[in-house]
């Protein structure tokens, strides 16, 4: 069984972030190998949406990972911070709207659109089904690969979106809404071709209609094994979520995970419920829909 982690973000400390990140990967036995000279971040910036909702990964959290790794294996290491335009959202908006043009300054770090990066078709076979991507150089050349996701319901079969489906976002491909329709076995064939190293959640901020504090930092190196524990987290059932089989059937993890740190039901109770949530959701869905917009967003 995969070790994962959860640490509740202390307070009152200089840097309670790169604390809770740095106890975190010390309880699942993570060092950072320090011959390593490439590292990408993949950040959750699904949209224009500000981190104080709970929907996009916080620049804060990732300045403290750079921080933490610059540390552990050396100041001039080269650190990219990698994300690719979607069907609603284009990174040279995100980044500058969501701080993440501020962090590159100040952090002399790259940040790079895949979807404007050399990238190589690769054909990967999931189950029965075949499927050919673009994988991006900067992501072929890094010898260290992290994943910052968050926890999110989603009104679409895959249920929770976190570790395995913020991949999603690798693909430089910018009309993702033609993937909707067979998004499970998309998102587990793009963890097969672009595996991570490493995958950290940021939940400081849980989303929801009134978006809550959780101060929760998990991580593990199984993303499968993180889902799993994030959906109970969640108030889901993993063994409801389909892709979270056909993950640990391809080999990406296990589904079963071995706790350590806090509780989970501490963080499960602070949790949004999903009813009233996925209720919102689904009235937002059916409003889209009808002013025209839902094919361009990928819900019809």
């Given at each position: 069984?995969?070790l994962?982690s959860l640490?509740?973000?202390p307070?009152?400390?200089?840097d309670p972030?790169?604390?809770?990140i740095?106890?975190?990967l010390s309880?699942i036995d993570?060092t950072f190998d320090?011959?390593?000279?490439?590292?990408v971040?993949k950040?959750?910036?699904c949209?224009y949406?500000?981190?104080?909702t709970?929907?996009t990964?916080?620049p804060?959290?990732?300045?403290s990972?750079?921080?933490?790794?610059r540390?552990?294996?050396?100041?001039?290491?080269d650190?990219?911070i990698?994300?690719?335009?979607?069907?609603?959202?284009?990174?040279?908006?995100?980044?500058?709207?969501?701080?993440y043009?501020?962090l590159?300054?100040?952090?002399?770090?790259?940040?790079v659109?895949?979807t404007?990066?050399?990238?190589t078709?690769?054909?990967?076979?999931c189950?029965?089904?075949?499927?050919?991507?673009m994988?991006p150089?900067t992501?072929?050349?890094?010898?260290?690969?992290i994943n910052?996701?968050?926890i999110?319901?989603?009104?679409?079969?895959?249920?929770?979106?976190c570790?395995?489906?913020?991949?999603?976002?690798?693909?430089?491909?910018q009309?993702k809404?033609?993937y909707h329709n067979?998004?499970g076995n998309?998102?587990?064939?793009?963890?097969?071709?672009?595996?991570?190293?490493?995958?950290?959640?940021d939940s400081n901020?849980a989303a929801?209609?009134q978006?809550r504090?959780?101060?929760l930092?998990m991580?593990?190196q199984?993303?499968v094994a993180l889902d799993?524990?994030?959906a109970?987290i969640?108030w889901?059932?993993?063994?409801k979520?389909p892709y979270f089989k056909?993950a640990?059937?391809e080999?990406?993890g296990?589904r079963?995970?071995?706790?350590?740190?806090?509780?989970?039901e501490s963080?499960r109770a602070?949790?949004?419920k999903p009813p009233?949530n996925?209720?919102?959701k689904?009235?937002?869905?059916?409003?889209?829909?009808?002013?025209?917009l839902g094919k361009?967003?990928g819900?019809e």
């Amino acid at each position: 069984m995969s070790l994962v982690s959860l640490v509740k973000i202390p307070l009152n400390t200089d840097d309670p972030l790169k604390q809770a990140i740095a106890q975190a990967l010390s309880l699942i036995d993570y060092t950072f190998d320090k011959n390593v000279h490439k590292v990408v971040i993949k950040p959750n910036l699904c949209y224009y949406w500000d981190a104080t909702t709970g929907q996009t990964t916080s620049p804060q959290f990732v300045g403290s990972l750079i921080d933490l790794i610059r540390g552990q294996i050396h100041p001039d290491v080269d650190i990219a911070i990698i994300e690719s335009d979607a069907s609603a959202m284009r990174c040279k908006y995100a980044f500058r709207m969501l701080g993440y043009t501020k962090l590159a300054e100040e952090k002399h770090v790259r940040l790079v659109n895949l979807t404007e990066d050399q990238a190589t078709n690769t054909n990967v076979h999931c189950g029965t089904n075949s499927y050919d991507f673009m994988v991006p150089k900067t992501i072929q050349e890094a010898e260290l690969k992290i994943n910052i996701a968050h926890i999110k319901y989603t009104v679409n079969p895959i249920k929770l979106t976190c570790g395995l489906k913020n991949i999603f976002g690798c693909n430089p491909a910018q009309k993702k809404f033609k993937y909707h329709n067979d998004l499970g076995n998309v998102i587990v064939a793009l963890n097969k071709v672009m595996p991570f190293d490493l995958t950290l959640v940021d939940s400081n901020i849980a989303a929801g209609v009134q978006p809550r504090r959780m101060g929760l930092v998990m991580a593990s190196q199984d993303p499968v094994a993180l889902d799993s524990a994030a959906a109970k987290i969640a108030w889901l059932d993993p063994a409801k979520i389909p892709y979270f089989k056909t993950a640990e059937q391809e080999g990406i993890g296990k589904r079963t995970y071995i706790l350590r740190g806090e509780p989970l039901e501490s963080f499960r109770a602070i949790y949004p419920k999903p009813p009233f949530n996925m209720k919102l959701k689904k009235q937002l869905k059916r409003t889209l829909v009808t002013v025209g917009l839902g094919k361009r967003m990928g819900l019809e």
